[in-house]
């Protein structure tokens, strides 16, 4: 998934920082778990993982990933759709992949505000969306829930197929990385028909939290072997980048405005997009949580500067800094020149 920060390409790199903990088979905390990516990696490593993320889709991707250990089997689900699982190339998972793939579309919430056909004749049309792929993405979100209400699902199958529904929309939005606005013309990767595609399962014996909460809201109950922090880096917050994508994880209808069709994110705000609460929070959060290693991972052009936050965590023990050359996120768009920066991150290790 396309996601601000995503530390795909870096977390080979953290676990060398973390390997050097002599941590290797202890708890680790993704405090700020977005896509879920870092959760994952550690899990497989043999950590016991504990995640939290204030958007509601990450915690569909931690219940997916994390919290899951292995493939479901959907046996009721089975029966009822008249699937089988004997052929030897279908799993379980993919004949429901492929029942859901072939629903008739229907026109639901996302079709009539997220595509051009749905909004004709509004104030607001937009072209979030195809209006077949609009129509694909409301039948089965529905079919997934329908299935869900009638426990024919249990919860484990339940966030792997809406997992599996929010890594695939990405694919066909028509957007230039973030749903904060959609493009003029359509991408040609957003004309293809929507497909759910396949997620993977990261199998394990060890029992992983996940949390849909601030997390914040945590640090009380924290004692791991390594806290990771991620925290956004500017002002942007992620809750309207992603709204789209929360709005179709929860399925709850929400009243929205402007040409994006933004659902409200009011409660859902960052403190470490503004200078002053980030560095309050940092505090807070190095101070009261318990950890032997807190590793922040943050970026050179970020809004706390690098002297500030070590003058924050050198109060709560030895500090070290590692910086890493890295590529600027970067959107694609319809033309236009494609600007690339090299940045640094920035991995400071605080053992206490």
């Given amino acids: ?59 569909v991707l931690q219940k997916a990933y994390i919290e899951n250990n292995g493939e479901p089997e959907f046996k009721k689900l089975l029966k009822k759709i008249k699937g089988s699982s004997n052929s030897l190339f279908s799993s379980p998972f993919d004949l429901v992949r492929n029942y859901l793939n072939k629903l008739k579309g229907i026109k639901g919430f996302i079709y009539k505000n997220y595509t051009e056909e749905g909004t004709a004749g509004k104030e607001f049309v937009r072209k979030y969306f195809t209006p077949e792929n609009g129509k694909k993405i409301d039948a089965i979100r529905t079919k997934i829930e329908e299935w869900r209400k009638e426990k024919l699902v249990n919860e484990s199958e339940y966030f792997v197929l809406l997992a599996s529904l929010i890594e695939s ?53 924290i004692d791991v072997d390594i806290l990771y922090l991620d925290p956004p880096y500017n002002h942007r917050q992620y809750a309207p980048n992603y709204h789209l994508l929360e709005t179709i994880a929860l399925n709850d209808n929400p009243k929205i405005k402007g ?8 409660n859902q705000k960052s403190e470490f997009c503004n200078k002053d609460t980030a560095l309050q929070a940092l505090e807070k959060i190095a101070k009261t949580a318990k950890y032997k ?60």
Avoid: W
Wanted: glycine share 8%; hydrophobic share 35%; with cysteine.
């Fill in 169 to 221: 929309v990405p694919f066909y939005a028509n957007i230039s990385g973030v749903y904060a606005a959609f493009l003029k013309q359509y991408d040609p990767r957003a004309l293809k028909t929507l497909e759910i595609k396949p997620i993977s399962f990261y199998s394990g014996k060890k029992v992983h939290s996940v949390h849909n909460k601030n997390s914040m809201e945590l640090i009380d109950d």
């Fill in 293 to 352: 290693h807190l590793i922040l991972s943050y970026n050179s052009e970020g809004t706390m500067p690098e002297k500030e936050i070590l003058s924050v965590l050198k109060k709560y023990g030895k500090v070290t800094l590692q910086n890493i050359d890295y590529l600027r996120f970067k959107s694609n768009s319809n033309g236009g020149s494609k600007h690339k920066k090299i940045i640094q991150e920035q991995l400071y290790v605080l053992t206490a």
């Fill in 1 to 59: 998934m396309r996601f601000i920060g995503n530390k795909e390409k870096l977390v080979d790199r953290i676990y060398q920082v973390v390997s050097e903990t002599n941590t290797n088979g202890g708890s680790f905390c993704d405090f700020f778990s977005g896509t879920s990516n870092v959760g994952r990696y550690f899990k497989e490593k043999g950590f016991e993982i504990l995640s939290s993320d204030l958007l509601y889709f990450s915690f």
């Fill in 259 to 266: 040409i994006t069709g933004m659902r409200d994110y009011k």
